[in-house]
């Protein structure tokens, strides 16, 4: 899932947004063992892990091969599936620590991959090309690209040593992009969390943006995200001939009542997080919009700031709730008044507020009691935002200086959602690492073309594994 790709366009001058396509590095000769990781991740996103046709199960057992031949025991990894979706299965690594003080640490990424049709892309999206600087194949970006990072992490550490301090686990799983059938993070959170148990997990979400030109000019750590909800939105009349029209018309109402959520504002909140995103990356700025997130860092009822500030899309997406009508369905003959009109409200929702008090907001912006809104849909839990720990910035801010020189490392919130959701709720906060960097229109993920600057995947690689180092060693 890389819903963050739109805040992340966000935080550059919005001329950069318009850049496409990005020009990338050229990218240096490859190493014996970047060859090696390269072959890694070419079988990961060759592997197809679509919902309609692919196997994450395939990609588990692939994965569990490498960590086998590099010393892995059976009884560290744990391949896992249930016998309704066999092909939507995981795996769970473990290797140990020295330390019999530190927790464990988790790694967690999922399998699976956006739908991707042969006929819509230039490419074939299940067969890795090497282009202009470029990989191009369905997952490089969204997210196999760090899937093949832990997994590499894991096998150079049992294989070269030193064993870690802190005990690392490995967490593959399927279902981020296709949950509504079988979600692994959620399976394993909820019947075997002791195997999963750690004292934080480091995720997708984070990363940094170039400015569309090859220089990185941002790096992220994600900490936090809004919640998904759906609310269906109906409105209900007897109907009858419509050649005798009424006034109470179920698709009117419908529409009147779509006006108010479209209208409705829900209020303006800061977090430790938010707050820290809005101040650095606006002081990163240097304009007057920079300015603005300065001054309403500062105090979020500065009414001008507040103006600027939100009449950038992702911006206003970062300082509240959100609600937007997405379907709509209605009526039931074409010489009929309407006798049911409904719309689906997907709302994302701000840490600290519920699908309750959402829910409460928008009947009271409706202000209509003949229409209903009822919670539906996929129901992930609510968030649990992760603290602003200066133990996990600390490692995170000293390498980002080491690998980026200048380049500002900035706390940010997903205005999307991810599996973090699960293993919040279980005690395990969890992180959006740095590391890897995208291009301002998003590299394709869950799009067409999909790709990952080669550069980027070699950086992203070593930064990651020492940030991981750093971690589990104290």
Same mark, same amino acid.
């Given at each position: 899932?890389?819903?963050?790709?739109l805040?992340?366009?966000?935080?550059?001058?919005?001329?950069?947004?318009?850049?496409?396509?990005?020009r990338?590095?050229?990218?240096?000769?490859?190493?014996?063992?970047?060859?090696?990781?390269?072959?890694?991740?070419?079988?990961?996103?060759?592997?197809?892990?679509?919902?309609?046709?692919?196997?994450?199960? $395939? *990609?588990?057992?692939?994965?569990? %091969? #490498? =960590? +086998?031949?590099? &010393?892995?025991?059976?009884?560290?990894?744990?391949?896992?599936?249930?016998?309704?979706?066999?092909?939507?299965?995981?795996?769970?690594?473990?290797?140990?620590?020295?330390?019999?003080?530190?927790?464990p640490?988790?790694?967690?990424?999922?399998?699976?991959?956006?739908?991707?049709?042969?006929?819509?892309?230039?490419?074939?999206?299940?067969?890795?090309?090497?282009?202009?600087?470029?990989y191009?194949?369905?997952?490089?970006?969204?997210?196999?690209?760090?899937? $093949? *990072?832990?997994?590499?992490?894991? %096998? #150079? =550490? +049992?294989?070269? &040593?030193?064993?870690?301090?802190?005990?690392?686990?490995?967490?593959?799983?399927?279902?981020?992009?296709?949950?509504?059938?079988?979600?692994?993070?959620?399976?394993?959170?909820?019947?075997?969390?002791?195997?999963?148990?750690?004292?934080?997990?480091?995720?997708?979400?984070?990363?940094?943006?170039?400015?569309?030109?090859?220089?990185?000019?941002?790096?992220?750590?994600?900490?936090?995200?809004?919640?998904?909800?759906?609310?269906?939105?109906e409105?209900?009349?007897?109907?009858?001939?419509?050649?005798?029209?009424v006034?109470?018309?179920?698709?009117?109402?419908?529409?009147?009542?779509?006006?108010?959520?479209?209208?409705?504002?829900?209020?303006?909140?800061?977090?430790?997080?938010?707050?820290?995103?809005?101040?650095?990356?606006?002081?990163?700025?240097?304009?007057?919009?920079?300015?603005?997130?300065?001054?309403?860092?500062?105090?979020?009822?500065?009414?001008?700031?507040?103006?600027?500030?939100?009449?950038?899309?992702?911006?206003?997406?970062?300082?509240r709730?959100?609600?937007?009508?997405?379907?709509?369905?209605?009526?039931?003959?074409?010489n009929?008044?309407?006798?049911?009109?409904?719309?689906?409200?997907?709302?994302?929702?701000?840490?600290?507020?519920?699908?309750?008090?959402?829910?409460?907001?928008?009947?009271?912006?409706?202000?209509?009691?003949?229409?209903?809104?009822?919670?539906?849909?996929?129901?992930?839990?609510?968030?649990?935002?992760?603290?602003?720990?200066?133990?996990?910035?600390?490692p995170?801010?000293?390498?980002?200086?080491?690998?980026?020189?200048?380049?500002?490392?900035?706390p940010?919130?997903?205005?999307?959602?991810?599996?973090?959701?699960?293993?919040?709720?279980?005690?395990?906060?969890?992180?959006?690492?740095p590391?890897?960097?995208?291009?301002?229109?998003?590299?394709?993920?869950?799009?067409?073309?999909?790709?990952?600057?080669?550069?980027?995947?070699?950086?992203?690689?070593?930064?990651?594994?020492?940030?991981?180092?750093?971690?589990?060693?104290?």
């Amino acid at each position: 899932m890389r819903a963050h790709l739109l805040a992340w366009t966000a935080i550059l001058p919005l001329a950069i947004a318009t850049i496409s396509p990005a020009r990338a590095q050229t990218p240096a000769p490859l190493s014996a063992d970047q060859a090696v990781f390269r072959d890694l991740f070419k079988e990961l996103v060759e592997t197809n892990t679509t919902v309609s046709s692919g196997s994450c199960t $395939a *990609a588990a057992e692939k994965m569990a %091969a #490498r =960590l +086998k031949a590099a &010393g892995y025991k059976d009884d560290q990894l744990t391949l896992f599936s249930v016998p309704e979706f066999p092909k939507d299965g995981g795996l769970v690594a473990v290797l140990p620590g020295t330390s019999k003080t530190l927790k464990p640490m988790l790694l967690l990424g999922h399998l699976d991959v956006v739908e991707a049709k042969r006929e819509d892309w230039t490419r074939d999206p299940f067969t890795m090309v090497e282009e202009n600087g470029y990989y191009y194949a369905r997952g490089a970006s969204d997210m196999k690209g760090m899937v $093949a *990072a832990w997994v590499d992490i894991m %096998a #150079r =550490l +049992k294989k070269d &040593g030193p064993a870690p301090k802190r005990m690392i686990k490995l967490a593959l799983t399927c279902g981020e992009e296709t949950g509504g059938r079988f979600n692994g993070a959620k399976w394993l959170a909820e019947t075997k969390p002791d195997l999963i148990a750690a004292e934080f997990a480091l995720n997708e979400g984070g990363g940094g943006r170039t400015d569309g030109k090859g220089k990185v000019v941002v790096q992220s750590m994600q900490i936090g995200e809004k919640s998904n909800r759906n609310f269906r939105i109906e409105a209900t009349n007897p109907g009858g001939h419509s050649s005798i029209p009424v006034r109470e018309n179920a698709i009117y109402d419908l529409g009147d009542a779509l006006a108010k959520v479209r209208d409705y504002g829900f209020p303006v909140t800061l977090n430790d997080t938010t707050r820290a995103f809005f101040a650095k990356a606006g002081a990163s700025r240097g304009d007057d919009m920079g300015r603005a997130m300065v001054a309403l860092s500062k105090n979020p009822n500065d009414a001008s700031a507040l103006a600027m500030v939100t009449s950038d899309r992702g911006y206003n997406s970062t300082l509240r709730t959100t609600c937007v009508a997405t379907t709509i369905a209605g009526g039931h003959a074409e010489n009929a008044l309407p006798q049911r009109a409904s719309a689906n409200v997907n709302c994302r929702i701000f840490p600290g507020e519920t699908a309750e008090t959402t829910q409460a907001a928008l009947v009271k912006a409706i202000n209509n009691p003949a229409i209903t809104v009822t919670l539906v849909g996929r129901i992930r839990p609510i968030a649990v935002p992760p603290p602003l720990d200066p133990r996990i910035m600390g490692p995170a801010e000293k390498l980002v200086a080491k690998y980026f020189p200048g380049v500002p490392l900035v706390p940010s919130m997903s205005t999307g959602a991810t599996d973090a959701t699960y293993l919040g709720v279980i005690g395990i906060p969890t992180y959006g690492v740095p590391g890897g960097w995208g291009d301002p229109d998003g590299n394709g993920a869950h799009g067409l073309n999909e790709r990952r600057e080669i550069t980027s995947l070699m950086v992203g690689r070593d930064f990651l594994y020492d940030l991981v180092t750093a971690y589990a060693s104290k």
